[in-house]
């Protein structure tokens, strides 16, 4: 009966040591990003912090060079729009600094409800960010589009073209 209760209690010690070993080895969960999808989206529904385009918060027709909705306007906090000159633009060879952020708004008309948020974040220090950039699309009822965990992968390409991988200078 001895020998019973030892192999139990021996088993049982094993248990609490394999178990003990698995929480050491595992992973500590990673730090909190500034930079994930629900922070951007929260940064963006901060509307008294932006400034429209061109000082104008009406609803323009898109480029047909756009592949984005038909319709959008622009939003950037203080940090981009001092980059812009005083025509509104970024410079031909010009860059946003750190901590740019970029809002896009899609529509299918002039007076349809929000279709997307196109996001453009300024850190070249994200382990999210592609060419500079965590890029993020959101749907208008604030649903995720395209994370930011991929990397800009269907944005980049077209995006390469413009002023720091922002089309809308060349385009409008």
Same mark, same amino acid.
């Given at each position: 009966?001895?020998?019973?209760?030892?192999?139990?209690?021996?088993?049982?010690?094993?248990?609490?040591?394999?178990?003990?070993?698995?929480?050491?080895?595992?992973?500590?969960?990673?730090?909190?990003?500034?930079?994930?999808?629900?922070? /951007? &989206?929260?940064?963006?529904?901060?509307?008294?912090? #932006?400034?429209?385009? %061109?000082?104008? =918060?009406?609803?323009? $027709?898109?480029?047909?060079?756009?592949?984005?909705?038909?319709?959008?306007?622009?939003?950037?906090?203080?940090?981009?729009?001092?980059?812009?000159?005083?025509?509104?633009?970024?410079?031909?060879?010009?860059?946003?600094?750190?901590?740019?952020?970029?809002?896009?708004? /899609? &529509?299918?008309?002039?007076?349809?409800?929000?279709? #997307?948020?196109?996001? %453009?974040?300024? =850190?070249?220090?994200? $382990?999210?960010?592609?060419?500079?950039?965590?890029?993020?699309?959101?749907?208008?009822?604030?649903?995720?589009?395209?994370?930011?965990?991929?990397?800009?992968?269907?944005?980049?390409?077209?995006?390469?073209?413009?002023?720091?991988?922002?089309?809308?200078?060349?385009?409008?």
């Amino acid at each position: 009966m001895k020998s019973g209760f030892v192999i139990m209690f021996l088993v049982f010690v094993l248990f609490v040591v394999s178990c003990k070993n698995e929480e050491q080895q595992s992973p500590q969960p990673s730090p909190v990003l500034l930079n994930t999808d629900s922070v /951007l &989206y929260a940064k963006s529904k901060e509307g008294s912090t #932006f400034n429209w385009y %061109l000082q104008n =918060d009406s609803i323009k $027709r898109s480029s047909p060079q756009s592949p984005h909705s038909k319709y959008f306007r622009v939003r950037f906090n203080s940090i981009a729009l001092a980059a812009l000159t005083d025509n509104g633009r970024l410079p031909q060879n010009g860059s946003f600094p750190q901590g740019s952020l970029i809002i896009k708004e /899609l &529509y299918d008309s002039a007076t349809a409800p929000l279709k #997307f948020l196109a996001i %453009l974040y300024k =850190d070249q220090s994200a $382990r999210e960010q592609a060419n500079g950039w965590v890029w993020l699309e959101i749907k208008g009822n604030g649903e995720q589009y395209i994370s930011s965990s991929e990397k800009g992968a269907q944005c980049v390409s077209c995006h390469s073209t413009g002023r720091d991988q922002v089309r809308l200078f060349d385009l409008f």
